[in-house]
């Protein structure tokens, strides 16, 4: 199956720094999608992204399909931006495979 | 919308007891999925449902039944629980395809069987 790498696997970040999180995915897909866990557990859609760029308020996504990865940028990052972000890629029709994801920590 | 819901939030059960989580969405999503999380293993897939009344299994089915009756609903039943399946269950919900749509996740169930 298609394997989903995310890097790096922790960051720590002073309030107001900017970041990139990256994933590579080992196939050809046509959707990816990036989330955010947050200290509650819930799982958040941050983006639906199969190429191409696109932008959230201080988050924004990119996704070279034809290079098999995608970055997360998050700029002015806020103490809220903590939590875990998960890129997934879909695996077949009704699974998705999810990164081992990256650990955000924002320190006020 | 109020999107993908789940109830309970939480729940603490014996080893034995069975009982039901419930799940339903509002967007007239035709697939419905059932996740668990544990450290260090990642979503792992337990059923899913491609429609009203057409269900299947998932990497993990074991312990665990499902039934989609309406487009709405998609509850997962532990018959018999386990302290292996102490976890974070969460349903999802997609459009169609995941090759085309994206997939919705709900706010999660907290389960601890001792």
């Known amino acids: 199956g298609i394997q989903v790498e995310q890097s790096p696997p922790d960051l720590i970040l002073q309030e107001g720094a900017n970041s990139t999180l990256r994933c590579n995915f080992s196939?050809?897909?046509?959707?990816l999608q990036w989330f955010h866990q947050n200290p509650w557990g819930q799982l958040i859609n941050l983006f639906y992204?199969?190429?191409g760029t696109k932008q959230n308020g201080r988050l924004s996504a990119t996704t070279v399909a034809t290079e098999r990865y995608s970055l997360l940028y998050i700029s002015s990052s806020q103490t809220t931006d903590s939590g875990v972000y998960f890129c997934?890629?879909?695996?077949?029709?009704?699974?998705?495979?999810f990164g081992a994801g990256t650990t955000v920590t924002v320190r006020a | 919308n109020a999107g993908v819901t789940q109830t309970p939030k939480f729940q603490v059960l014996k080893t034995g007891q069975s009982m039901t989580l419930q799940c339903a969405q509002d967007?007239?999503?035709?697939?419905m999925s059932w996740y668990r999380q544990d450290p260090g293993m990642g979503l792992r897939l337990i059923h899913y449902?491609?429609?009203?009344?057409?269900?299947d299994q998932g990497e993990v089915p074991n312990g665990y039944n499902v039934s989609r009756s309406t487009t709405e609903d998609f509850p997962l039943r532990l018959l018999s629980a386990a302290p292996s399946q102490t976890s974070v269950y969460f349903c999802?919900?997609?459009?169609?395809?995941?090759?085309?749509?994206?997939?919705?996740f709900g706010p999660g169930t907290r389960l601890t069987v001792t």
């Open positions: 999802a919900s997609t459009r169609g395809r995941l090759n085309s749509y994206e997939q919705y």
């Open positions: 196939d050809s897909v046509n959707n």
């Open positions: 992204i199969p190429s």
């Open positions: 997934a890629v879909p695996f077949n029709d009704y699974k998705l495979s």
């Open positions: 967007m007239n999503h035709e697939y």
């Open positions: 449902s491609v429609g009203a009344g057409i269900t």
